[in-house]
């Protein structure tokens, strides 16, 4: 039998401590962090740099980095893009980003290389915690009874935690597929940011920014033309919505089976 390989995890299971990679250069910070994460029953790797930060992560797959933005020689930034162009499952793997300033840039930068999350220091261990916890209940596998979704040449698979575009698997962050879902739940209806917020984040309040960017980067991940998106509509003034109409993709496989049937008839 091949050794284990730790690397090889799939999403958190929900089951067992969770492990947790803190990234961050200030000894004290992160010395506090990983203190909190570990009385609340997290299993905690730190690194201090980019590279180290890397090099945990392939030594032993975290089920979420925390990390910190500002970082020496390479920034958290460049480690969350190097983390999400991992084969093997690294864009699947939650991200809560630390940064010192609290600059709407900095955040929104965050989000577009894929962090999951984001706390701006000064912030409260104990509220780190509950982020961290509130991610990874999402990124825990669904119910075996959910069902899969479908419409506009998208599946999803909520217990598989897989989604596809035709017969292309899309590499999603955990944010992007529960987005995703929450559209395919719901196509027809117009959601605000708001709502986003509260149903696919669990926040009650929030920098709505948040939503806006993870649309942006979903739209780049199933339109045609993210310019010209056709499946989530902006509706001005009122938020999203997504169109479930039939898909070219759709009709071309209603056509072949009623051609197919057609021959046998």
């Known amino acids: 039998m091949a050794p284990s390989n730790e690397t090889d995890r799939g999403p958190y299971s929900g089951e067992g401590a969770a492990r947790v ?7 004290t910070v992160s010395e506090v962090v990983a203190g909190y994460l570990e009385r609340a029953g997290f299993t905690v790797d730190r690194a201090a740099d980019g590279p180290a930060a890397l090099e945990a992560a392939a030594r032993h797959r975290p089920d979420l980095v925390v990390l910190d933005l500002m970082l020496p020689g390479m920034d958290g930034l460049e480690v969350c893009r190097r983390l999400r162009a991992r084969p093997g499952g690294g864009s699947a793997v939650p991200v809560v980003m630390l940064t010192a300033r609290g600059d709407e840039d900095d955040r929104i930068l965050g989000l577009e290389v894929g962090a ?15 982020r961290v ?5 999402r990124a825990s596998p669904a119910r075996g009874d959910e069902p899969r979704l479908a419409a506009a040449g998208l599946a999803v698979d909520p217990v598989a935690r897989r989604a596809t575009r035709g017969r292309a698997e899309l590499a999603l962050t955990l944010r992007e597929f529960d987005l995703l879902a929450y559209f395919l739940r719901h196509p027809g209806q117009v ?9 696919v984040w669990g926040w009650d309040f929030g920098d709505l920014s948040t939503v806006t960017v993870h649309v942006r980067r979903l739209r780049s991940k199933i339109e045609d033309d993210p310019a010209d998106p056709q499946l989530i509509r902006t509706v001005w003034g009122a938020g999203y919505r997504f169109e479930a109409g039939p898909h070219p993709a759709d009709r071309q496989a ?9 021959d046998r008839a």
């Open 21 to 27: 990679l803190v990234v961050d250069d200030d000894p």
């Open 133 to 137: 916890r509130s991610v990874l209940r």
């Open 191 to 199: 959601c605000d940011r708001e709502r986003l917020m509260r149903e």
């Open 254 to 262: 209603a056509g072949a089976g009623t051609r197919a049937e057609a």
């Open 116 to 130: 999951d999350d984001y706390v701006t220091k000064p912030f409260s261990p104990r509220e780190l915690v509950l």
